[in-house]
């Protein structure tokens, strides 16, 4: 199989054949009927309309092949295109060495005659064909062959038709254009605008100079980048470490937002002017470091007409980080779980709940055996070490609802809400493994005491539940360590080990 040369004027070919903008488009009728009538016309099951492009042949309109394009090197339009004023006819493809081991051929559709009128623009580009095949060889008559090519002429038509709705589509590109010019063109008279402005309002600067938030005020412009700073107080240089000359040369979304996403919703709204109430935004500071903003904005027009926005911008970065550093004083340092006082608070909300909507609770007391040899054989860094492991894989095997703590030393706590019984037995006991892996793999000489109290309903007050549970967890050392024992409170049942 011979794959077909590139036409002369490839380049020029393809780039007629993208701004038609007909490839990849739907059926239409008018080209439906030219396969029509080229199928009947010249006797043949099969008729299209091809369009050659890159690296594939795409079908306008088919009859009696069901596909909608093939690659480009087994194409015979690929051929046919090549002599834009000749209609190629091929009486038998197997008798033809360009087609004969061509798989469209050799296997299905198995076609055996071809005949192609190239669609031929008034410059003499070739784009493709109205063609006519069929399963059997055969001929063409001299008035099926001017058939063929007056449908192409027509297709050519219906193309061109296309071609005059993107010349009134690049008019009003141009027209657009030009209004862009012009906007550019008036950046020089914006800019004194923008001096007469400042002096207008000398003493409003002075205030907004000296004011405790971050003031600023910008209107957009046509060009990069996009919005002119005309104020910019001091407090605002504080904040971002950028004067207005930087922000305005830079990019505010630039200059404060370097995440490319972020970039993107920051620089719509900014320059939308869509009104923000105190809404919390995070900035990048000129040296890299990050700062917590609330920013208000508001619309303004200014005596000339032009539209400007007002943002007031508080930096409330200390009040997280107090309010952070608060959080961090109700967590255990060591493994990052509820600490002993957070737990206890916590716990007792969770068991009021539960006593008040009748739901059952289950609470975990889980003390390491033996820690203390760890300690003093291998040193308290390892003990730490095995402390901060097992804390892990109790944050990673709870669910968001449940509630994970270290009350101090060897001891942790896991309150599990609305759980049953023997939800509670398949949880703590694949907990109790999970552990125990844990050990193992690292060859700690540790194991892992548990006593679970399930609460049916009407749980005690949390200092009761965690006697009991912890009255629990001793039972288990009283057995041999190393197990889970399970009870109902407040002792119905039997107490169950595993």
């Given amino acids: 199989m011979k794959a077909a040369p590139l036409p002369g004027n490839e380049t020029a070919r393809l780039r007629v054949l993208r701004e038609l903008g007909v490839l990849d488009t739907p059926p239409e009728r008018a080209f439906d009927d030219i396969t029509t009538l080229a199928a009947h016309v010249c006797k043949r099951p099969i008729a299209l309309v091809s369009l050659v492009d890159t690296d594939r042949q795409w079908f306008k309109s088919g009859r009696g092949l069901d596909v909608q394009e093939t690659p480009r090197d087994i194409a015979f339009c690929a051929h046919a295109i090549l002599n834009p004023e000749e209609?190629?006819?091929?009486?038998?493809?197997?008798?033809?060495?360009?087609?004969?081991?061509?798989?469209?051929?050799?296997?299905?559709?198995?076609?055996?005659?071809?005949?192609?009128?190239?669609?031929?623009?008034?410059?003499?580009?070739?784009?493709?064909?109205?063609?006519?095949?069929?399963?059997?060889?055969?001929?063409?008559?001299?008035?099926?062959?001017?058939?063929?090519?007056a449908l192409a002429r027509q297709a050519m038509a219906q193309l061109a038709s296309r071609c005059g709705e993107i010349t009134l589509l690049r008019a009003e590109l141009d027209k657009a254009r030009q209004q862009i010019e012009a906007h550019e063109a008036n950046l020089s008279r914006q800019e004194e605008m923008q001096k007469a402005l400042r002096a207008e309002h000398s003493f409003r600067e002075a205030v907004i100079e000296l004011a405790a938030e971050g003031v600023c005020?910008?209107?957009?412009?046509?060009?990069?980048?996009?919005?002119?700073?005309t104020v910019w107080n001091k407090r605002m240089t504080e904040i971002t470490g950028y004067t207005m000359d930087e922000i305005n040369r830079?990019?505010?979304?630039?200059?404060?937002?370097?995440?490319?996403?972020?970039?993107?919703?920051?620089?719509?709204?900014?320059?939308?002017?869509?009104?923000?109430?105190?809404?919390?935004?995070?900035?990048?500071?000129?040296?890299?470091?990050?700062?917590?903003?609330?920013?208000?904005t508001s619309r303004l027009t200014s005596s000339d007409?032009?539209?400007?926005?007002?943002?007031?911008?508080?930096?409330?970065?200390?009040?997280?980080?107090?309010?952070?550093?608060?959080?961090?004083?109700?967590?255990?340092?060591?493994?990052?779980?509820?600490?002993?006082?957070a737990f206890k608070e916590e716990a007792a909300t969770l068991l009021n709940l539960a006593s008040r909507?009748?739901?059952?609770?289950?609470?975990?007391?889980?003390?390491?055996?033996?820690?203390?040899?760890?300690?003093?054989?291998?040193?308290?860094?390892?003990?730490?070490?095995?402390?901060?492991?097992?804390?892990?894989?109790?944050?990673?095997?709870?669910?968001?609802?449940?509630?994970?703590?270290?009350?101090?030393?060897?001891?942790?706590?896991?309150?599990?809400?609305?759980?049953?019984?023997?939800?509670?037995?398949?949880?703590?006991?694949?907990?109790?493994?999970?552990?125990?892996?844990?050990?193992r793999d690292h060859g700690w000489s540790v194991?892992?005491?548990?006593?679970?109290?399930?609460?049916?309903?009407?749980?005690?007050?949390?200092?009761?539940?965690?006697?009991?549970?912890?009255?629990?967890?001793?039972?288990?050392?009283?057995?041999?360590?190393?197990?889970?024992?399970?009870?109902?409170?407040?002792?119905?049942?039997?107490?169950?080990?595993s």
């Fill in 447 to 497: 194991g892992m005491s548990v006593g679970v109290a399930f609460f049916p309903a009407n749980p005690p007050p949390e200092a009761d539940a965690l006697r009991y549970a912890d009255r629990l967890m001793y039972e288990a050392k009283k057995c041999g360590k190393n197990r889970v024992v399970y009870g109902e409170f407040p002792g119905r049942g039997d107490i169950k080990s």
């Fill in 250 to 296: 830079v990019g505010w979304h630039r200059s404060l937002f370097p995440e490319r996403n972020v970039q993107q919703k920051v620089f719509k709204r900014m320059r939308d002017g869509a009104d923000l109430r105190f809404e919390r935004w995070e900035i990048t500071r000129s040296d890299g470091s990050k700062r917590a903003l609330g920013i208000s």
């Fill in 357 to 439: 909507t009748g739901t059952p609770s289950v609470l975990g007391f889980l003390d390491l055996d033996d820690l203390k040899v760890i300690n003093d054989t291998m040193g308290h860094a390892e003990g730490d070490l095995v402390l901060e492991c097992l804390g892990a894989v109790l944050a990673e095997s709870t669910r968001r609802t449940d509630l994970v703590g270290r009350l101090g030393g060897d001891e942790f706590v896991v309150l599990l809400p609305d759980t049953g019984l023997q939800g509670a037995k398949v949880f703590f006991d694949r907990l109790h493994q999970r552990l125990l892996d844990v050990i």
């Fill in 305 to 341: 007409g032009l539209e400007h926005v007002l943002a007031l911008m508080h930096d409330f970065t200390e009040e997280e980080n107090f309010q952070r550093e608060a959080m961090l004083g109700r967590e255990d340092p060591l493994t990052g779980l509820k600490n002993r006082r």
């Fill in 87 to 149: 209609v190629m006819v091929v009486p038998d493809t197997q008798q033809d060495e360009r087609f004969a081991d061509n798989p469209l051929v050799t296997g299905a559709p198995h076609l055996r005659f071809y005949a192609g009128a190239p669609i031929v623009t008034a410059d003499g580009e070739a784009l493709g064909t109205v063609c006519v095949l069929d399963r059997q060889p055969g001929e063409l008559t001299l008035e099926e062959v001017e058939a063929l090519r």
């Fill in 217 to 229: 005020v910008f209107h957009s412009v046509a060009s990069y980048p996009f919005m002119q700073f």
